[in-house]
């Protein structure tokens, strides 16, 4: 099954940029839906945008038009481009794979296959 490891997290200013990296191994993530999904303690765990195996994508409107999802097949990476990030962007980031009926990130419980997140903090 596919192991996935996120970076590209840290602290950024308001309006600021960063982009995550989700790097997979032990199968091709050109076989899943993909997603990146976010959690703030005591809250529930957010799908923020998913990318289905053939590129078609889906985001929630809380980024549309400031993140970007993308994939390199090649290197086996998912990336998460966000830009103009808010303060309620802060959120541990996670990635997530997996071969659900539908590829949404409406519900986390659709991947069955999770990075151990990456810290991200604007201020």
């Known amino acids: 099954h596919v192991q996935l490891v996120e970076s590209g997290g840290g602290s950024v200013q308001v309006g600021g940029s960063l982009t995550l990296s989700c790097v997979a191994s032990?199968?091709?993530?050109?076989?899943?839906?993909m997603g990146w999904f976010r959690q703030v303690p005591d809250r529930e765990r957010e799908g923020v945008v998913g990318i289905e195996s053939d590129g078609s994508t889906s985001y929630a409107d809380s980024v549309k038009g400031r993140f970007t999802i993308s994939q390199d097949n090649a290197k086996n990476t998912l990336y998460l481009q966000m830009k103009s990030l808010k303060v309620e962007d802060t959120a541990m980031y996670y990635c997530a794979a997996d071969r659900p009926p539908i590829c949404t990130v409406v519900s986390g419980t659709l991947f069955g296959y999770w990075g151990q997140g990456t810290q991200v903090t604007v201020s």
């Open positions: 032990g199968d091709t993530i050109g076989r899943y839906c």
